[in-house]
T-cell receptor, first 114, second 118 residues
Framework: QKEVEQNSGPLSVPEGAIASLNCTYS??????FFWYRQYSGKSPELIMS????GDKEDGRFTAQLNKASQYVSLLIRDSQPSDSATYLC??????????????FGQGTTLQVKP | GAVVSQHPSWVICKSGTSVKIECRSL??????MFWYRQFPKQSLMLMAT?????????EQGVEKDKFLINHASLTLSTLTVTSAHPEDSSFYIC??????????????FGPGTRLTVL
């Protein structure tokens, strides 16, 4: 089982719809969770961080964390064609292992169609 | 805030030469910096982790004598690709970790350096 799992997609949604991106992780002691957006040929950009159970909203983005289910998601409301990118879920590796490094999922490609 | 710069943004060099890439955190002090490599259509691959004033920790399979990392200060880390060969051609990306309080660690990426070795 991979440490961080995402559906590679592509996930296709019409413009204006809600895009829902999902991620599961294997290590129960993980405490810090991140969503990055990566456009083709560019470096990743941090869009959300979440550390506590529940929802965290920032503009059109909402991150949801459920530690009991080991599940973190990202919702994008009113999706725009400019949101088309690969979304990377990342978890900080437990301190007992490789200290502090990010463990990435394989990324979900989102396509927002006009 | 939380801006990370890289220089150069792209470089073309001849086989056998060395290339140095700089990574700077512009508006925060980075407790830790990371170097990644990404080939086309592939995932990010962590090469090494560096802390200011100490030796870098390399991931398995990454040659430390080929990829020299110097973390001179809390805002600057450099990666030198020594004796570069065409197979080293890739997109090299650094990132810097900003610590906020005791629990919150956010990691910000530089724009990347595209290396082409002829």
């Amino acid at each position: 089982q991979k440490e961080v799992e995402q559906n590679s997609g592509p996930l296709s949604v019409p413009e204006g719809a809600i895009a829902s991106l999902n991620c599961t992780y294997s290590d129960r002691v993980s405490q810090s969770f991140f969503w990055y957006r990566q456009y083709s040929g560019k470096s990743p950009e941090l869009i959300m961080s979440i550390y506590s159970n529940g929802d965290k909203e920032d503009g059109r983005f909402t991150a949801q964390l459920n530690k009991a289910s080991q599940y973190v998601s990202l919702l994008i409301r009113d999706s725009q064609p400019s949101d088309s990118a690969t979304y990377l879920c990342a978890v900080i590796a437990p301190v007992s292992g490789n200290t502090g490094k990010l463990i990435f999922g394989q990324g979900t490609t989102l396509q927002v169609k006009p | 805030g939380a801006v990370v710069s890289q220089h150069p943004s792209w470089v073309i060099c001849k086989s056998g030469t060395s290339v140095k890439i700089e990574c700077r955190s512009l508006d925060f002090q980075a407790t830790t910096m990371f170097w990644y490599r990404q080939f086309p259509k592939q995932s990010l691959m962590l090469m090494a982790t560096s802390n200011e004033g100490s030796k870098a920790t390399y991931e398995q399979g990454v040659e430390k004598d080929k990829f020299l990392i110097n973390h001179a200060s809390l805002t600057l880390s450099t990666l030198t690709v020594t004796s570069a060969h065409p197979e080293d051609s890739s997109f090299y990306i650094c990132s810097a970790r900003r610590r906020r309080g005791s629990s919150f660690n956010e990691q910000f990426f530089g724009p990347g350096t595209r290396l082409t070795v002829l």
